[in-house]
Every structure is written in C-alpha cells, then in structure tokens.
C-alpha cells in the first residue's frame, strides 16, 4: 500500500505539479481513503521520499554497536546505502531530482533528511571519539564532509540522467574524505603532528630569502 500511495503521488507530481496535487487527487488514484494515506504518510513531501525512512534505520542498524577499527571508513560504508537505494531505480531518482529542483518545498525537505543522515553519523563517530581531544568537533567536520561528498558524486550521477557506475562515483569522492580524515583518530588537536626532531636555523639579519630557504632545504634535508 505504502508503494501504490507513493507511486499514485508521484505520477500525479509529474502530470499536475507538486502544488496543484492534492491528498484527495492521490487517494482517488490509488483508490483508498484519506485515512490510508496519512496512515503512511504524514504530508504530501513525505511521498516524494518513500524510501529515505527505510534507508535511515538501514544506516542506523549498520553502525549500531560496529566497532570498526576504521570509524571513518565505516561512516563511508553507512554513506553508500543512500547511493545504492537512488541507484535501485534510476529512472524515479532522476525524475525525482528533476521534481524538487522545480518545488522550493521539496528542497526544503530534501535538507532536513540530509541533516538526519549527517547527525546519524556524527553520533556514531562521537561515541566513537569519546575519549579523543576534540572529539566532538571532529565528529561534525567528518559527517559533513561525508555528506558533501556522497551527495556530490550522487548529484553529478543525477544530472547526467543516471548514467554510468554509481557506485564508482560515489567510491571516488568518500575516497577523497578517508584519505583525509582517515587516520583523524589518532591526529593529536589542530592537525599538528606528534613532536619529533626538531630543527633550529640561526640566519644573519638581512639575509636574502633564497639563502634562508637554501639553508633550510638542506638542514630538513640532512636525514
């Protein structure tokens, strides 16, 4: 009933416009009650997005108690299950796309389920972290770059009709984050590195800037 519901409305976004459907038009569609539809969904947004709720618990379940010595890598993992789900059914997710480009509401929508896949990250990456200098931090820079980066590869995928390896695009730009933030765990705070040898240069006043850095490249370059 949930996929009759969500297909009646989509059908009918695409014939009339999303503004000028009403919940009446999609349950006479389907040929049910109101009753029926507010049962699945609550709001007409809601049916633009059948399948965001069941791919949220799907992500949820995946890093629920997962200690994956690789926590960045396992946000990635949680991260493709929103690519694949776009993937199963090209055709809807480019028609889909083209639709809330054209809604200001549907937009709207679309960012409030971004936010809840990006918080669902950032939670388990935080518990993950808990003990880390700035944990929390890193934990909210990580899942947005999660975020932006899946949803880049899937909107450059979207816009050329649903062309080509999802699943390549989408590696390619996670790939990116974990080559990045891959080992954030074990960085200390700030980025600096844990202290090792230490070089000190002494130059004369006024030294050219050439023979400074000359003088430089060759004491890092002793070792």
């Known amino acids: 009933m949930r996929e009759a519901l969500a297909e009646a409305a989509f059908q009918l976004f695409l014939e009339r416009g999303f503004e000028r459907t009403t919940v009446d038009d999609i349950v ?30 799907d992500m949820t379940a995946l890093l629920d108690g997962r200690e ?21 059914n090209p055709e809807f997710s480019v028609q889909r796309y083209g639709l809330t480009r054209e809604v200001p509401g549907l ?6 389920v971004v936010r809840r896949y990006e918080r669902t990250l950032a939670a388990y990456l935080r518990g993950r972290w808990a003990g ?13 770059a999660v975020v932006a980066a899946h949803n880049n590869a899937l909107r450059s995928w979207l816009r050329s009709g649903g062309v080509g390896d999802a ?3 989408v590696d390619g730009a996670l790939g990116l984050v974990r ?7 074990d960085r200390p705070a700030g980025g600096r590195e844990a202290e090792g040898e230490v070089v000190v240069m ?3 006043k006024g030294a050219p800037m ?4 000359q003088q430089i490249e060759s004491a890092l370059g002793d070792g």
Do not use: I
């Open 28 to 57: 006479a569609r389907a040929g049910v009650g109101r009753r029926s539809f507010f049962r699945y969904f609550p709001s007409k947004e809601d049916a633009v997005f059948p399948d965001h709720e069941r791919c949220l618990a």
């Open 68 to 88: 994956d010595p690789d926590p960045v890598g396992a946000v990635c993992d949680a991260a493709r299950l929103v690519m694949r789900m776009y993937a199963a």
């Open 107 to 112: 937009r709207m929508y679309e960012q409030s």
């Open 132 to 144: 880390v200098p700035e944990g929390g931090l890193r934990a909210d820079v990580v899942a947005a």
């Open 167 to 169: 699943d390549v695009a």
């Open 179 to 185: 080559d990045v933030w891959g080992e954030a765990a």
């Open 202 to 204: 002494v130059a004369p």
């Open 210 to 213: 050439w023979r400074v850095v």
